[in-house]
C-alpha cells in the first residue's frame, strides 16, 4: 500500500492542483513531481514567470502559495505496480468534504490528468461541480 502526501494547502488557496498518486519517485524523495523528466515545475515556474525553478521544495510549494495555488491528490493510499495511473488497486480517496470546510478560498480545481479527474468523479460526482474544471 502506498500513500499520498497531506495538502499543500493554506487559508489563502484558491485554486488546487490535484494529481491521482505520487509516483515512485516522489514517494521516495516525498516531494510532489519529483522525477527528473517531470515537467510540473517547468510549466508552473513558467507560467507564474517565476524562473528559474528552484531545487528546493519548500520553496517550490512557497512559489506556489504565493499564487494562491495549493497541490494535492485525489487518492489517500492505493497499491500500484510502477508509476502508472493504469495500474492502481484498491484505492481510497481523500476526505475532500473536510478539505473544502478548512479552506472555503478553495474555488477550482485542476486535474493534472485524465485519470484523476476521473477517480474524483467517481468517488464524489458532481459534489462540488462549481469547483471542478
Not at 68 to 88: A, P, Q
Amino acid at each position: 500500500m502506498i500513500h499520498s502526501f497531506p495538502p499543500f494547502a493554506n487559508s489563502q488557496t484558491e485554486i488546487l492542483i490535484l494529481g491521482t498518486m505520487p509516483g515512485s519517485a516522489s514517494l521516495e524523495k516525498q516531494e510532489y513531481y519529483a522525477h527528473q523528466r517531470n515537467h510540473f515545475w517547468k510549466i508552473i515556474y513558467t507560467l507564474l514567470d517565476n524562473l528559474p525553478i528552484s531545487i528546493v521544495f519548500h520553496e517550490k510549494i512557497q512559489t506556489l502559495q504565493a499564487h494562491k495555488i495549493g497541490l494535492w491528490d485525489v487518492l489517500e493510499n492505493c497499491e500500484r505496480k510502477g508509476s502508472l495511473d493504469i495500474h492502481i488497486i484498491n484505492q481510497k480517496e481523500n476526505d475532500f468534504e473536510t478539505l473544502f470546510k478548512e479552506f472555503p478560498g478553495i474555488t477550482k480545481l485542476i486535474f493534472n490528468g485524465k485519470e484523476s479527474h476521473k477517480y474524483f468523479l467517481k468517488r464524489f460526482g458532481q459534489m462540488k461541480a462549481s469547483r471542478i474544471m
